[in-house]
């Protein structure tokens, strides 16, 4: 069935430093790919999304790429601050839609 | 525009009864999904509905079930209660179910 994976499940930086965490969705004609960040007692929200027609997408301090070939996707996160810490999960929408698959999750810790 | 509500946030039952919790989205979403959070698992998609009709649903016993009425707000029904069933239900509202989401604060669950 549809799958993500999701890797590293704990990372931990120095303020200042990059992120990156990356997902492998097993479904090829997924079409869209979410990240929502889970701050800890709070709920899931949206940081920023990419459609298969795009290969990378910036926000600011956030950027997401993706390699349909591969089937791979991944969070960059620039010049980390200690609120950067949180859950972040990657997600894909597979073709039969309606359904959003999600990573485990990966535990960001950014030291100041 | 208010948030994704749901009720209760709290809940504490024993093994073999049955729970319902409720989900309001946000004001002219009509999709609503619903996913089981736990430490080790992440989020378990458990099914998406629209305008009243399941349009697809997650890999988890027949004891799970939901509905949405006419206002979009969906109820999800867990019956014969195990302890496994102890997690974060997070309901997420979207337009169309094919692009953001939005979560609510989630019900937890605990079954002794």
């Known amino acids: 069935g549809e799958n993500v994976e999701q890797h590293p499940s704990t990372l931990s930086v120095q303020e200042g430093d990059s992120a990156v965490i990356k997902c492998t969705y097993s479904?090829?004609?997924?079409?869209?790919f979410p990240w929502y960040k889970q701050e800890l007692g709070k709920r899931p929200q949206l940081i920023i999304d990419?459609?298969?027609?795009?290969g990378e997408k910036k926000d600011q301090r956030i950027a997401v790429t993706l390699n349909k070939t591969a089937k791979h996707f991944s969070l960059h996160i620039t010049e980390t601050q200690p609120e950067d810490s949180a859950v972040y999960f990657c997600?894909?929408?597979?073709?039969?839609?309606?359904?959003?698959?999600f990573g485990a999750g990966t535990r960001l810790f950014v030291k100041a | 525009k208010a948030g994704v509500t749901q009720t209760p946030r709290y809940l504490i039952k024993t093994r073999g009864q049955q729970v319902t919790l409720s989900c309001s989205p946000i004001?002219?979403?009509?999709?609503v999904s619903w996913y089981q959070q736990t430490p080790g698992q992440g989020l378990q998609f458990l099914f998406e509905?629209?305008?009243?009709?399941?349009?697809n649903k997650g890999n988890f016993p027949g004891r799970f079930s939901g509905r949405q009425f006419s206002n979009s707000r969906s109820e999800m029904n867990v019956s014969t209660l195990e302890l496994g069933d102890s997690a974060l239900y997070l309901c997420?509202?979207?337009?169309?179910?094919?692009?953001?989401?939005?979560f609510g604060p989630g019900t937890r669950l605990t079954v002794l």
């Open positions: 997420a509202s979207s337009l169309d179910g094919l692009a953001e989401q939005f």
């Open positions: 479904d090829s004609a997924s079409n869209y």
């Open positions: 990419i459609r298969s027609n795009v």
């Open positions: 997600a894909a929408l597979p073709s039969g839609g309606f359904k959003t698959i």
């Open positions: 004001s002219g979403h009509r999709s």
């Open positions: 509905y629209f305008s009243e009709t399941q349009r």
